[in-house]
């Protein structure tokens, strides 16, 4: 029993980066994704979460409310994709400015380049402006909240080995 330790003194590992990524992906996705789907709800856009259902899921459960929360959990799992883009790419840019440009060129490589993919979208020049700026207003700040948290995490990881 001497050897034992008790849980309350044990010393839990701390999360690797590539989890923090993980996880600041998965999360990010989930709550701008539910901002999204309030905006959607609300009508201040004409499109919601469960636009990136269109290309694959068939019948129409996808334009309902089961649709948007399942959209919701996708774009949490594909955010994950963008979080490590983001590592790969930026993460040593401690700024906001990065995150806002990553924030637009994701919204124009949804909006403008894969458009032809999602057929619930319509082309740029038929959207109405409300969904423009809606739109463009949540990847930014869903950019902003995947890089500014990626960054802060790599920066704290630097200065612990700084200080070992």
């Given at each position: 029993m001497a050897n034992r330790q008790l849980e309350q003194n044990r010393r839990e590992e701390p999360m690797t980066f590539n989890a923090k990524v993980a996880t600041i992906g998965f999360c990010g996705g989930i709550f701008w994704g539910l901002i999204g789907?309030?905006?959607?709800?609300?009508?201040?856009?004409?499109?919601?979460?469960?636009?990136?259902?269109?290309?694959?899921?068939?019948?129409?459960?996808?334009?309902?409310?089961?649709?948007?929360?399942?959209?919701?959990?996708?774009?949490?799992?594909?955010?994950?994709?963008?979080?490590f883009l983001y590592m790969v790419l930026l993460k040593?840019?401690?700024?906001?400015?990065?995150?806002?440009?990553?924030?637009?060129?994701?919204?124009?490589?949804?909006?403008?380049?894969?458009?032809?993919?999602?057929?619930?979208?319509?082309?740029?020049?038929?959207l109405d402006s409300n969904t423009i700026i809606t739109s463009i207003c949540l990847y930014i700040l869903y950019g902003v909240f995947i890089g500014y948290s990626i960054s802060y995490e790599y920066e704290e990881l630097n200065q612990a080995q700084q200080r070992a």
């Open positions: 789907y309030l905006a959607f709800f609300f009508n201040f856009m004409r499109v919601g979460p469960a636009l990136v259902l269109m290309p694959w899921a068939l019948g129409d459960w996808k334009n309902g409310y089961i649709g948007q929360i399942v959209g919701i959990f996708v774009i949490g799992l594909l955010s994950i994709l963008v979080a040593k840019f401690n700024n906001i400015w990065a995150g806002l440009g990553y924030g637009l060129v994701l919204w124009g490589l949804v909006f403008y380049l894969l458009n032809p993919v999602f057929h619930g979208l319509k082309p740029l020049n038929q």
